[in-house]
């Protein structure tokens, strides 16, 4: 049995003289959650674009659940879900309203449109108009509506985005919830934070090219460094920021040193972040 939700062989894509996608492969296993990180201009939107057969590639080919999306659009569209970073819901409508006109285009039997609300704190707002929700409350909307026809792949792109950290701790909890029902979690953020605790496996990808794809904890041990930060009062009142790098020869000695030199206030371990890692294999940040 195939373990891929998803495979990407050689997938190209270009925009004129633009090449936008660059020959990028990759597999998301089911039920894991990815997350495709890049700057804007990266190809990440591109590329989940032709996942999800809003546009064909030029070349190489994307399989989602067993089907060449450019062969079998209407059946992968049929099992997976979209969340958008950009709002278009139907504002005169109610969210409850929303909802039920996708689960009817999904032909949904078992659709229970208030429970999806509530997963998303929206319950008590079932029957207002979209019109007048916040724009978080309009994101948390467009997350119930992605799970309405129960995905076996979620697509989320920059769902936290600009929310408040309420709104944003909602739809978190709701991806994780969807993994442990069995979804498959294809995550565009540029939250790192985000990434580093949700993602089962990250890519970075830059100007077209995936540049690095593993595990957030690999891609620390692999390119970052650790170190440990303290805060150290000397004898004559002066406070010093010290930093020792760690799993290297010297390490334990000059952790005794640091004990000897002064009065400790303070001492933490300190790792790369994701952000760290991508600038210092593209040169670029993440939020560019």
Known sequence: MNNNAILVEDLVYWY???????????????????GFLGPNGAGKTTTVKML??????????????GYDVAKHTAE?????????????????MSALDNLSLFSDLFNVTDFDGYALLKRVGLSGREKD??????KGMKQRLMVARSIVNHPQILF?????SGLDPVSSEAIRNLILEERER????????????????LCDRV??????????LDTPRSLKQKY????????????????????????????SHAVQKLFGSGKVLSIHSEEATLEDIFIQLTGRRLSV
Not at 52 to 65: D, E, H, S
Not at 182 to 197: I, N, P, R, S, Y
Request: hydrophobic letters at 40%; charged letters at 25%; glycine letters at 12%.
């Open 182 to 197: 069995g979804a498959t979690v294809f995550l565009t953020t540029h939250d790192m934070w985000e990434a580093d605790k």
């Open 76 to 92: 992968v569209q049929s099992r997976i879900g979209v969340c958008f970073e950009h709002t278009n819901l139907y504002e005169v």
């Open 52 to 65: 999800t057969g809003q546009l064909r590639p030029k070349g190489g080919r994307a399989v989602l659940l």
């Open 129 to 134: 108009r979209v019109s007048g929700y916040s």
């Open 203 to 212: 890519a970075f990808m830059n100007e077209g090219r995936i540049v690095a």
């Open 224 to 251: 970052g460094k650790r170190s440990i930060i303290a805060e150290v009062a000397s004898g004559d009142g002066q406070l010093n920021r010290e930093e020792i790098a760690l799993d290297e020869e010297g390490t």
């Open 156 to 160: 989320m792109d920059e769902p936290t």
């Open 16 to 34: 004129g003289d633009l090449l936008a996608v660059d020959h990028i492969n990759f597999s998301v296993g089911n039920g894991e959650i990815m």
